[in-house]
């Protein structure tokens, strides 16, 4: 995800009379970011933890012990999404062999292992670490791996391996990037045509920034020895891009068990080292992944009602603390299918839905079903009662809901009950995620 925050503010259509002109819209400065990091902690190596931030620095926990390998470590975990929907992790599975371990999530809470890859390099009495995903401008997705022939001690170089399927389960065989030895946990990222590798030079323990117009080299070190001020005894790196186009590097200053951040407008000038709040001390070489939900529509606050757009006779409503979309032909039907649209519990920027029948409930999705639920006051509830505007999928002034926690996923009908669903490019989809914001029906 690496746009440039759209500065947009647009109106929500009132599409049903009766809606007074001066009701209170919300406003939403564009698509709405939204950070998910993997990690290790100080605490173990065969356990990730999941968090998750709103601005890339504050960071909570979402799941502790998240994810258990059948055998081995799971340490360095580094996230991507993948076109399929699916969240995936690559991780060093021990401190000595060859091979790469992979698993997947479709909300990155509940993770299954998937395989176990062998890169070929050095066998037993090697070591393989820090693979790191790399998607290029093309599409390719990449893993990008540290390895030496002799073990923990050996003189590490970088390698990538590429996949040849889309499901991710193919490989080619690994491919040097061209760096020196002695060099771990490379990190790349592409802006126009130059990639940037920051990475740690096992020597000297800084982290170094390398240039090339090809993922194979060669490479020129642009930033060497204690170019940025940050420091010797740094690792990990690590980068993501923030709205505004500006990009955050982390790395680990692992003798002391503190984790710091950096910013940069260009990948070449950065500031000085910020201390992360909150997790320094206690999460190790993690990745951080920018998703970004809605599109700046706004959307009138205040008591509504929302009614399908293929089933215009049938409105969101809860029965039994489900949600679903049925008609609301009676008194209770209609109190059912009323909310109050507030400020978004996780983010204000987005939405949240409150029943105005049971005014300590909200809408939420749950294992992707949407539900009423009490709102229990914590960070997981909220941002899964949390939803973003967007211009609605099947037009004609209608208005979808993005989940601000899993973006891609949309409030939708399907077969009548709402849910939260990967969004896919068929009409149907379309038509079933896209909403009339009307006036209260009760």
């Known amino acids: 995800m690496r746009s440039s925050l759209l500065i947009a503010v647009t109106t929500a259509l009132v599409a049903m009379t009766g809606a ?12 709405v970011p939204h950070y998910l ?30 994810y258990t390998p059948p055998s081995g470590l799971i340490r360095d975990p580094s996230v991507i999404r993948h076109t399929d929907g699916y969240y995936y992790i690559v991780y060093t599975t021990n401190w000595t062999g060859d091979t790469i371990g992979f698993a997947r999530s479709a909300d990155y809470v509940n993770w299954t292992f998937l395989r ?17 995903w790399f998607k290029d401008s093309d599409g390719s997705v990449h893993v990008i791996f540290s390895a030496s022939t002799s073990g923990t001690a050996g003189q590490f170089r970088p390698y990538r391996i590429t996949a040849t399927n889309a499901d991710l389960s193919a490989w080619t065989s690994p491919v040097a990037l061209g760096i020196p030895a002695n060099y771990i946990d490379s990190f790349v990222v592409k802006t126009g045509g ?7 030079n096992e020597t000297t323990k800084y982290i170094e920034h390398a240039t090339a117009t090809s993922l194979n080299g060669p490479w020129t070190f642009v930033g060497t020895g204690n170019w940025a001020g940050w420091g010797s005894g740094l690792e990990g790196p690590a980068l993501v891009q923030l709205p505004d186009g500006r990009w955050r590097i982390y790395f680990d200053q692992y003798g002391q068990k503190r984790y710091f951040y950096a910013d940069s407008a260009n990948l070449t000038t950065f500031t000085a080292k910020t201390e992360l709040p909150g997790l320094s001390g206690t999460a190790r070489h993690f990745t951080v992944l920018r998703e970004d939900s809605g599109d700046g529509t706004a959307v009138a606050t205040g008591n509504r009602s929302f009614r399908s757009v293929n089933y215009p006779d049938r409105y969101v409503r809860h029965r ?35 029943s105005v029948n049971f005014p300590d409930r909200y809408l939420r999705h749950y294992d992707f079903r949407v539900r009423l639920d009490t709102n229990t006051g914590d960070a997981v509830f909220a941002r899964d009662a949390t939803f973003c505007g967007r211009t609605g999928l099947a037009g004609g002034g209608s208005t979808s809901f993005e989940s601000y926690s899993h973006p891609g996923r949309f409030l939708r009908n399907y077969g009548f009950a709402l849910r939260v669903d990967w969004r896919t490019s068929d009409a149907a989809f379309a038509n079933d995620a896209s909403f009339t914001v009307s006036s209260p029906l009760a």
């Open 20 to 31: 007074a002109a001066t009701s209170p819209v919300a406003s939403a400065a564009g698509p």
């Open 116 to 132: 176990n890859v062998r890169v070929g390099l050095n066998g037993a009495t090697g070591s393989t670490w820090a693979p790191e």
């Open 320 to 354: 039994d603390n489900l949600a679903y979309v049925e008609p609301a032909s009676t008194a209770s039907a209609r109190q059912d299918a009323t909310f109050t649209v507030v400020t978004g519990l996780a983010n204000a920027g987005c939405y949240s839905f409150r």
């Open 194 to 200: 130059t990639y940037h590798n920051f990475l740690k």
């Open 37 to 66: 990091m993997t990690a290790f902690t100080n605490s173990s190596e065969s356990n990730m933890y999941v968090y998750d931030s709103p601005n890339a620095t504050g960071f909570t926990q979402v799941r502790a012990n998240a």
